[in-house]
């Protein structure tokens, strides 16, 4: 089975610092996808960051980029010039190669302060 | 393309009663999701289904609670004789076939459940 962990319930930044969001994982599996995604209270979950296994370097998109380290089973989100609009929960989720489902952490309230 | 849309919003039912909640995955995304989550829990897995066809149901309450994906119209969750205990915010996410390579899922804002 997979799991994943998000030890942060609650983190706080200020309006254009940077932060990092934490999400470990434990897998047997070797190929598989990670994701970072973003609910914010319209309650959409919203798709922040995807990362595949197989791939070395990490993923980056605009303001977020992830540090990815493989033997550690560690996946974590870097926000960067946070923005008020960053003001969310971030659910780190775990996908088989071959799965089924999506496997989530229980999330991190971050909150941007201006 | 409207993305996934799920109705209603907001459900209000007394125990005993039955909910439904529906699900109209993204055009061309053959594989619809449904997943549950309660107050300051993350999501959690309930049933997999592709066009009339439930693939995998393992996340999914062996009573009361059923899933279908009829060949026409939208995914329909169904939940007989609500309990306290069902009040959560339901979250349906479809996928295009694996075939595509894409592994993004695509989710609806969800429907609320709330049991009185």
């Known amino acids: 089975a997979q799991t994943v962990t998000q030890s942060q319930p609650e983190m706080s930044v200020q309006e254009a610092e940077t932060v990092t969001l934490s999400c470990t994982y434990d897998t047997s599996e070797s190929n598989y996808y990670l994701f970072w995604y973003k609910q914010p209270p319209s309650r959409q979950m919203i798709l922040v960051i995807r990362?595949?296994?197989?791939?070395?370097q990490n993923a980056t998109e605009n303001r977020f980029s992830v540090n990815f380290q493989k033997a550690a089973k560690s996946f974590s989100l870097k926000i960067s010039d946070s923005q008020l609009g960053d003001t969310a929960m971030y659910f780190c989720?775990?996908?088989?190669?071959?799965?089924?489902?999506?496997?989530f952490g229980t999330g991190t309230s971050l909150t941007v302060i201006p | 393309n409207a993305g996934v849309m799920q109705n209603p919003r907001h459900l209000v039912r007394r125990r005993g009663q039955e909910a439904r909640l529906r699900c109209s995955p993204m055009?061309?995304?053959?594989?619809v999701y449904w997943y549950r989550q309660l107050p300051e829990e993350g999501l959690k897995f309930m049933v997999y289904l592709q066009k009339e066809n439930i693939i995998d149901e393992s996340g999914m309450p062996k009573e009361r609670f059923s899933a279908e994906f009829p060949k026409e119209g939208p995914s329909i969750l169904r939940i007989q004789q609500v309990v306290r205990g069902d009040s959560a915010a339901y979250f349906c996410?479809?996928?295009?076939?694996?075939?595509?390579?894409?592994?993004?899922?695509?989710f609806g804002q969800g429907t609320r459940l709330t049991v009185v």
């Open positions: 055009k061309g995304h053959s594989h």
């Open positions: 996410a479809s996928q295009p076939p694996f075939e595509t390579g894409n592994t993004e899922a695509f």
């Open positions: 990362q595949e296994a197989y791939k070395q």
């Open positions: 989720a775990f996908l088989k190669h071959t799965g089924n489902q999506f496997y």
